[in-house]
């Protein structure tokens, strides 16, 4: 469990599910249907819901490509994070909120895979967080024109890579949608 003393909860973390950066993105619609089954089954069993959205020089905030998902929508109490960083941490509210949530076990879903999903899952478990990460609940754009490998390859890589994630005190793996129940026994 979390090497994090006194924080035995456990939060879904929603990261840049926002309309700029998954329009495209592979196998969108079937991803953002799992994220809001996963918002739907947190609340139900009132496991906090963490909201992360970017901004920067190509996704200007206030523009309608910042935007959440019209899909998926914040709840009024649920903390909604503003980085500019790949890492959901760096310069952010992040830690200050799951701390005093006594969160420390997070459940990731969102985008971009091989960007901010990636920095963010290795961000908290570097900070002594479990992280676990639902294989189909993320997703990436096509960067095959940079050299990378096509979206599925990336997602089915990150899936793979994360599964054998391991390091002292900490748990690390992946989940599918249909079996996270928020309940301890399966996420």
Request: with cysteine; charged share 25%.
């Amino acid at each position: 469990m979390t090497t994090l003393t006194d924080r035995p909860n456990t939060a879904l973390l929603v990261v840049d599910v926002q309309s700029g950066v998954v329009e495209g993105a592979h196998e969108r619609d079937a991803v953002v249907a799992n994220i809001g089954s996963l918002v739907e089954r947190a609340r139900r069993a009132e496991v906090p819901v963490v909201w992360v959205r970017h901004s920067d020089e190509g996704l200007q905030k206030g523009s309608d490509d910042w935007r959440i998902v019209s899909e998926l929508a914040p709840g009024d109490a649920e903390p909604l994070i503003e980085k500019s960083y790949g890492d959901s941490f760096e310069d952010t509210a992040l830690e200050a909120v799951l701390s005093g949530l006594g969160i420390g076990r997070l459940v990731v879903v969102g985008a971009e895979t091989d960007a901010c999903i990636r920095s963010t899952l290795h961000g908290a478990f570097v900070r002594g967080y479990d992280a676990i990460l639902v294989c189909d609940a993320h997703t990436t754009g096509d960067k095959t024109a940079w050299g990378a490998p096509p979206p599925d390859q990336v997602i089915a890589h990150t899936n793979l890579y994360w599964t054998y994630q391991t390091a002292p005190g900490r748990t690390a793996g992946t989940i599918e949608t249909k079996d996270v129940t928020f309940d301890g026994s399966t996420s």
